[in-house]
Nanobody, 120 residues
């Protein structure tokens, strides 16, 4: 079984910064991509950022220029540096990983989520 564990969420004032981490563990052949999605109350889950094993990144329009996704392939960990945070960034942030299993099937896994609250 694969587990994704997020950390780094919390309460921050507008304009502040947070750094989220997501560590993956378990049995799998490879990680093809990892990323972050978020969901605010009453809204659908939306893309924040993704990064492939080759280093290609993709960002949601609302976070471009403020958030940066990075990875440590050796540790199977992905990070999200969030700067210039706004109240509208308040959401539960979910780590996502697209994996190839030991049987060479592709799966998508989700973490439990970490709350980010931007408020004065």
């Amino acid at each position: 079984q694969v587990q994704l564990v997020e950390s780094g969420g919390g309460l921050v004032q507008p304009g502040g910064s947070l750094r989220l981490s997501c560590a993956s563990s378990g049995s799998f052949f490879s990680i093809n991509a990892m990323g972050w999605y978020r969901q605010a109350p009453g809204k659908e889950r939306e893309l924040v950022a993704t990064i492939t094993s080759g280093g290609s990144t993709n960002y949601g329009d609302s976070v471009k220029g403020r958030f940066t996704i990075s990875r440590d392939n050796a540790k199977n960990t992905v990070y999200l540096q969030m700067n210039s945070l706004k109240p509208e960034d308040t959401a539960v942030y979910y780590c996502n990983a697209k994996l190839t299993s030991s049987r060479f099937y592709n799966y998508t896994y989700w973490g439990q989520g970490t709350q980010v609250t931007v408020s004065s």
